[in-house]
């Protein structure tokens, strides 16, 4: 869709919208009531004050129009008129009016405080439509304006909703949807899309005539329906294509760059001087004098807000609290809060009862799903033990719901499908959408009554409430369930993440460390004392404050000047957040957007739950019918012989024409009559509602004839499926819920308000205006003194001596005490020229030095790997010639061309160069090393790395941030080859000379081993870090995973914290990937990993206090780096079949938010280059590049074109190559 201006959204307004409540009557075009002048009042049409004047004169004329006067049951010509009702229109008119006002002058912060002001006096539901469509349209025009895509899907998500309660004939809704859809490439939306748009289009159609503007809304509506219906029929992978969270590194470099001027040396130098006293009474702020400054600053204005922050912490004794942009009300817990806008502002769906509400498993049953043991029961075995030894079975011991005294059955298909199921039932309480009815219907399927065992005897066993009675069932059983469970969604593509994202930028700006105090009398704000000692790591989320004594400071003794640092750092803050701007309008725009998301959802989860009760229904008429039919087999069984019996489908015929003119609440007669027409009719589905009763009670009497035995199971069938449609229907409530609460947190975190963060940077300006002042008065002191020992100097001075040579002492100590007073003076005035002047003779100074430094450090044959250096200036490097790149790969960096000419050409020029016999010496040792295991397995690991898309980028990127001195020899080597890499082509002859170097120094450091992946670790080890420390190591940022683990006991409920590692990525047994992809089929290979991971279990540690049993971990990883790296060990013995199954298994895309927490859904790697080992321990490089396989051996140029992944697999299988390293590349949100 086109962008749409303001003024546009104006003139696009639809028309059909009343000024009345939501609810009302709603005027359209057939309808006119008089007095006329009471309707334009009262009800305008928005085109009346939103359209050009030729459309406002057609709808006075269609207004004024007596063939289409009809009556209205709210007013008349004859209606008596309550005054109140005037006087509330007229004071809509006049706030819309200043909404409008607002925003046409660009200050939506202003309108949407007018509507919101308006929603809370009157309550959302009862304002005129025009407000629900100024807020949409606002919000539209945000999402229109905002840069960031996951911004600008919070504002649509949030400008659906009001356009909805409009109830405009407009397109603006479905638009919005259809946008959304675009965004997330989500069916889900799609769908919504297409049902709001035929929803407008059937209001269009029952207005009539409809004028330009309808006809073009129309169109719109047409359009966007069919759009919908296409995608939805193409399929959509519901993946959003946005960017990763990322910080503007230019304005974060703008605002940074004041610590680097005048100021800075200035400020530490005079910090530097000051006693310590003096530091500690500087961190005293004077209430009053900041008062007095701000008034300056600010005015009456700044007043205002500064008493406001002041009398709020006094009063409340807190920082920090939550603030309701619509009622403005202030909170200081949390659960309260939520609480207000859940019961006074719509951010909960509203039920008039709680009875079928769906639940989440409680941890008890997930724990027993957990742990349990999930071994097939030998039904037959244990029935018959409980009715013969019914009393030994009352024994069996169990433990967390599990006993492992029941007889198992040697059965391995049942076994699978029981694995499937609590793989299944693991997501689901992972996701949060395990209800307790879906598990509780598993547990209650009675296959023991088969075997003639009451429920009261399985409740003497202890088979109640546990997940093991689910064992118990058959393979059709169980089919069954695992066939709903993979039916039931673990996820909703409805871009909640997004929100999420969109919320964590703008709050991720607004932390608080510091912590600030007052004194007792509340003169004096108290800065946090760690600010004298040093850094201030933690985040202050309590923002509590104490009252403490005037010497707060006494036992800290100030270290260092990172006092200085806070004062000159100034955060990356929306200017919005500045004081001193009212609180409430703070993220005011995406807060309101955001809260409109949530009535939207629970407009979803009421939608959701409507259908779940008419299945409910449904059901229970079924019950009714099959009791009908279970009356007529008891009647049988009593009747006298002879009497004839009545047939189900007639005894159900003839209950229809006694319900059919139940119309009361459902379930009622309609409904009844409406099933049992599908019984008859052996639907496969239920249908809730026919269009002509009669006609089907005539289909029911045509059926009287259906045998017993169809009827009842037509109805077994029926029952079956509402009874999954309603399973069914409870997860995707849960789901909804799911959302709703992600949305309301962050809606919470919106909401929290620090008054730290509001004055920060006023308190940070006004301490640096209190620290110059200190500089300045102590240069003016000093001028003072050199004056007064000017003068004292000329009092002492003798009247006898006079003379030539004390006269001319007493010029030079007058010339002496000036220049130190003009010293003084220049400090004050010129420090920053001063300043600039030494930083550019440090930098030349410091330049200098290092590359003295380098040019003197030699190379000995018995110094240590760790201070090796190289004594070779960089004029002594040869001229080798450039290598062009081959055909198969043009963007290879490593082709290394075979041109004997060139190569003679080559060692003439080294001949002529300094350094020769250095360089030969050096190139001895790859010809050694060339027919060795490791040389092999070290050149393709190499290769495999070089040949990663963003490792080369980044290192291109960072070229020039090498470091020139490296410590030992091992970064030196590793140095120059990636120098060269980076470099885009490599000097032809060098290519062995580096890959030797970097071995004969790997040798050298530590015993070298030829497994590939063991040399990868030493790589990443030993790489050279850049020159200036400030960039983050090229390692950490391309290869490090930071992952901490999380283990929540199932028993005792510690939640113990263990410290964030550090790793390259995974490492997994190949055959054990390949045994659980023959069990599982077509499982994917980050849920294979997965379920691998969780035979990973971790004790509760007794200890710190812990109960010792053992629970299930789970990876959280902090961050998605660039590469993700698997290592595959094999036991060296496999054969070609196991070898194609293993590699087959490895699926050329991964999603590893399956495999980790604490990503976003769908974070999507792609395999770009692997290592594998052949049957003869022969090293292979296998890269992808311009959709193709291409697979290198040690040679240079012996590469060969393989093809894609099929062929791949047929390769490993055929030349017995198995991939022992794995490199996945992160795939941009764009690409997907």
């Known amino acids: 869709m086109d962008n749409i201006s303001r003024k546009e959204l104006f003139q696009k307004t639809p028309r059909g919208s009343s000024l009345l409540s939501r609810g009302s009557h709603v005027m359209t075009k057939k309808e006119k009531v008089q007095p006329f002048a009471v309707i334009l009042f009262f009800f305008p049409r928005k085109e009346s004050y939103l359209l050009p004047e030729a459309t406002k004169e057609k709808t006075l004329r269609i207004a004024r129009n007596p063939e289409r006067e009809e009556s209205f049951p709210l007013l008349s010509s004859s209606s008596t008129m309550d005054p109140s009702i005037f006087e509330t229109a007229e004071e809509d008119a006049r706030l819309e009016k200043i909404a409008k006002d607002h925003f046409a002058q660009g200050n939506h912060i202003k309108a949407l405080e007018v509507i919101e002001d308006a929603f809370s006096k ?41 356009f909805t309660d409009d109830f405009g004939l407009h397109a603006f809704s479905a638009r919005a949807l259809l946008e959304m859809a675009k965004q997330l490439d989500s069916e889900l939306y799609y769908k919504k899309a297409e049902k709001e748009a035929e929803l407008r289009l059937s209001l269009l159609e029952s207005c009539g005539e409809l004028d330009p503007a309808d006809l073009e809304a129309q169109r719109t509506l047409a359009n966007i329906s069919n759009e919908a219906e296409l995608k939805i029929l193409h399929g959509c992978t519901g993946k959003s294509p946005v960017p990763a969270l990322e910080e503007s590194k230019e304005a974060r470099g703008m605002i940074m760059s004041d610590s680097n001027k005048a100021a800075d040396k200035r400020l530490r130098s005079q910090w530097a001087s000051m006693s310590v006293e003096a530091k500690k009474n500087f961190m005293k702020v004077s209430v009053s004098k900041l008062r007095g400054y701000v008034e300056r600053l600010y005015g009456e204005e700044g007043k205002k ?4 922050v002041l009398d709020s912490t006094r009063i409340d004794k807190k920082w920090r609290f939550w603030l309701c942009r619509t009622c403005s009300r202030k909170f200081f817990y949390v659960k309260k809060f939520r609480n207000h806008l ?28 957990l742990d349990g043991g999930w071994e097939p029961v030998d039904a037959v075995a244990a029935a018959d033990m409980i009715k013969t030894r019914l009393e030994s079975v009352k024994e069996f011991v169990y433990e967390e719901g599990w006993s492992k005294d029941w007889p198992l059955a040697e059965d391995e298909e049942r076994s699978n499908l029981l694995k499937q199921i609590q793989y299944h039932l693991v997501l689901l309480w992972e996701s949060k959408v395990l209800c307790f009815t879906t598990l509780e219907w598993m547990m209650e399927l009675p296959i023991l009554a088969r075997f003639e065992v009451t429920e009261s005897l399985i409740a003497e066993c202890g088979l109640v409430g546990t997940p093991q009675r689910i064992c118990f069932w058959d393979c059709h059983e169980l089919k069954r369930i695992r066939d709903l469970l993979k039916l039931t969604k673990f996820e909703r593509d409805d871009g909640t993440d997004l929100v999420c994202r969109a919320v964590e930028r703008l709050c991720g700006r607004t932390g608080v460390k510091e912590k600030i105090e007052f004194d007792e009398q509340f003169s004096f704000m108290l800065l946090d004392k760690r600010l004298l000692r040093g850094k201030i790591d933690p985040f202050d989320d309590e923002g509590t404050i104490d009252a403490c004594k005037h010497d707060y400071y006494a036992k800290t003794q100030p270290q260092g000047d990172d006092i200085i640092t806070w004062l000159l750092d100034y955060p990356l803050i929306d200017g919005s957040f500045e004081f001193p701007r009212s609180a409430r309008a703070h993220n005011l725009d995406i807060w309101v957007a955001i809260l409109r998301a949530i009535h939207y959802t629970c407009r979803d989860w009421g939608t959701k739950y409507a259908r779940k009760l008419e299945n409910l229904y449904y059901d229970k008429v079924l019950t009714d019918a099959k009791n009908l039919c279970t009356r007529e087999d008891e009647r049988r069984r009593t009747a006298p012989e002879g009497e004839a019996n009545v047939a189900y489908a007639s005894l159900l015929g003839d209950r229809c024409e006694e319900l059919k003119t139940d119309n009361g609440d459902p379930p009622n007669g309609r409904n009844f009559v409406f099933a049992v027409r599908d019984v008859l009719e052996r639907a496969p589905d239920p249908t809730f509602e026919f269009d002509d009763l009669e006609a089907s009670l005539d289909l029911i009497h045509g059926l009287k004839d259906l045998s017993d035995g169809t009827v009842l199971e037509s109805i077994d069938h029926l029952k079956s499926v509402v009874t999954d449609k309603v399973l069914l229907a409870d997860s995707k409530i849960l789901l909804v819920e799911k959302s709703r609460i992600s949305l309301l947190n962050e809606l919470t975190r919106l909401s929290a308000f620090d008054y730290r963060s509001y004055i920060r940077n006023l308190l940070r300006r006004f301490m640096r205006n209190e620290l110059n002042e200190i500089v300045k008065m102590d240069a003016l002191a000093k001028v003072a003194a050199a004056e007064a020992d000017l003068l004292s100097s000329e009092k002492q001075e003798k009247e006898k001596k006079s003379g030539s040579k004390s006269k001319k002492r007493g010029v030079i100590k007058d010339e002496l005490n000036e220049i130190v007073k003009m010293d003084v003076l220049a400090k004050v005035a010129a420090a920053e020229a001063d300043l600039l002047s030494s930083e550019k003779q440090e930098k030349e100074k410091k330049s200098g030095s290092k590359n003295k430094k380098r040019g003197v450090i030699k190379k000995t044959s018995t110094s240590t790997s760790a201070d090796i250096e190289q004594n070779v200036e960089p004029e002594s490097s040869p001229p080798l010639k450039l290598v062009e790149e081959d055909c198969i790969e043009p963007e290879d960096t490593l082709n290394i061309a075979s041109n004997t000419d060139n190569q003679e050409e080559t060692a003439k020029d080294m001949q002529n160069k300094p350094g020769e016999d250095l360089l030969s010496k050096h190139m001895e040792s790859p010809l050694v090393a060339a027919a060795t295991k490791c040389n092999l397995a070290l050149d393709m690991t190499l290769k495999a790395l070089c040949k990663i898309k963003v490792l080369k980028e980044y290192l291109v990127l960072n070229q020039d941030e090498f470091a020139d001195n490296q410590e030992g020899q091992v970064p030196y080597a590793l140095r120059d080859f990636f120098t060269a890499f980076a470099s885009k082509t490599i000097k032809e002859g060098m290519y062995s000379y580096l890959l030797g170097n970097v071995l004969a120094s790997l040798e050298e450091a530590r015993s070298m081993s030829s497994d590939a992946a063991e040399l990868l670790v030493s790589i990443l080890e030993f790489w050279p870090c850049w020159r200036t420390p400030d960039i983050e190591s090229c390692v950490t940022h391309i290869f490090t995973l930071e992952e901490y683990e999380r283990m929540s006991c199932s028993k005792c409920r510690k939640n113990p914290n263990y410290p964030e590692q550090s790793s ?60 993700f790296t698997i290592v595959l060990k ?33 974070t999507t790697y792609r395999l770009v280059s692997m290592v594998g080992c052949s049957e003869e321990e022969e090293y292979i490089c296998l890269s992808f590049k311009k959709n193709l396989w291409v697979s290198y051996r040690h040679e240079a140029l012996a590469k060969k074109a393989v093809g894609g992944w099929t062929n791949v697999v047929r390769f490993c299988e055929k030349m017995k190559v198995r991939p022992e390293i794995l490199f996945y590349e992160a795939v941009p949100k764009l690409d997907q």
């Open 342 to 369: 859940e019961q006074e502002h719509g951010a909960k769906f509203k039920r008039a009862t709680a009875k079928n509400m769906p639940e989440m498993v409680n941890e008890a049953l997930a724990g027993m799903i």
């Open 1130 to 1162: 094999w036991e060296k013995n496999e054969t070609e079949k196991e070898i194609h199954e293993t590699t087959k298994a490895l699926h050329r895309e991964i999603d590893i938010s399956r495999l980790y927490e604490g990503m976003e859904p769908n």
């Open 1064 to 1123: 390259y990525g995974v490492v997994v047994a190949a055959d054990s990937i390949r045994d659980l992809k023959r069990a599982f089929g077509k499982m994917k290979l980050e849920d294979i990993l997965k379920l691998i991971r969780m035979e990973y279990k971790m004790l509760c540690d007794a200890k710190t206090e812990g109960c010792g049993k053992t629970n299930f971990v789970h990876h959280i990883i902090s961050r998605c780096p660039p590469i």
């Open 122 to 162: 009157r309550g959302k539901d009862n304002v005129p439509g025009m407000f629900h469509y100024l807020q949409g349209s606002i919000l539209y025009h945000l999402a229109k304006r905002a840069k960031k895509s996951d911004v600008t899907f919070a504002f649509l998500l949030g400008c659906v909703e009001p």
């Open 305 to 308: 807000a500064l008493d406001e």
